[in-house]
């Protein structure tokens, strides 16, 4: 991946709670351009952020984790080492046999609320009201986050659409091993393993804009059975491309001293 340094003086601006809530949370393969096989190391980076791919924030270690899934079963955490000139994080994973492998990073999820006077304070409402005497609440928001990566997707994966049981998540229904330029990706967006209706859903690939903060480069509606498409209109001749999809949920909130519960998905795959 090319140098993204520039990056580090947006985070030291975005230091505030709600950029942190804001970021995407995604991840991405260390070489995006080489065919994992049995016995490689693939490098996985976890990225919090608004710009894409580029590392913004690192938020705290104890509110991340990073694991796989093969055939639908969920592997072990993946030790994760915060990489602080790059702002992400790293793990490391190694493939046993030529199974595909989803990987997922996940922000744990937290608390924040917007004041009535237009600042954020960390916390539920009445964590927020004990930390700002005087002030007020506006909003309190709970929220969590998940990235899926297909690291090796194979033609003959019959596994490829098989959700993974995540509160949210995005699951393609077209193989991403098959994709090519101005290939059409369909995809189902699941909220509780319940299809997502009505919701928009975003979609852009890296190097799009990177330095325009959400730049998203299409944008589309699921229908009632929660899919959406994208035609795939980019990719480099010579290298493999990312694409990487987005959808956000705001719905009355299921936490203790919360309004809202603020959920988004991304899943992200590359085209050869």
């Known amino acids: ?109 937290g608390f924040y609320s917007i004041l009535t006077d237009g600042s954020y304070a960390d916390g539920n409402r009445s964590q927020a009201l004990a930390a700002n005497p005087g002030k007020s609440v506006q909003v309190s928001r709970y929220f969590t986050k998940w990235g899926k990566l297909y690291l090796n997707p194979n033609r003959n994966d019959r596994n490829f659409s098989q959700a993974l049981g995540l509160d ?43 330095h325009t903060m959400d730049a998203w480069a299409q944008t589309g509606k699921t229908d009632t059975k929660g899919e959406v498409s994208f035609r795939l209109d980019h990719v480099d001749m010579k290298k493999p491309v990312l694409w990487i999809f987005q959808a956000g949920d705001t719905r009355k909130s299921s936490q203790p001293n919360a309004d809202e519960d603020n959920l988004k998905a991304t899943l992200v795959f590359a085209v050869k």
């Open 1 to 109: 991946m090319k140098s993204k340094n520039m990056l580090v003086t947006f985070a030291l601006c975005a230091a505030i709670a709600a950029a942190a809530q804001a970021h995407e949370t995604f991840i991405i393969p260390g070489d995006t351009s080489k065919d994992y096989k049995a016995g490689d190391t693939a490098a996985l980076i976890g990225i919090s952020s608004h710009y894409f791919a580029v590392g913004e924030e690192i938020e705290p270690p104890e509110t991340v984790e990073m694991y796989v899934y093969k055939n639908g079963v969920k592997g072990g955490n993946i030790p994760l080492e915060a990489n602080r000139d790059r702002l992400w994080y790293e793990g490391r994973y190694r493939l046993t046999d030529d199974t595909p492998v989803i990987a997922v990073f996940r922000s744990i999820g």
């Open 168 to 210: 949210f998540e995005i699951v393609p229904l077209n193989n991403p091993a098959e994709m090519r330029r101005g290939s059409s990706m369909r995809l189902r967006v699941l909220y509780k393993g319940q299809p997502w209706a009505n919701g928009e859903v975003k979609a852009t690939w890296d190097y799009y804009d990177y």
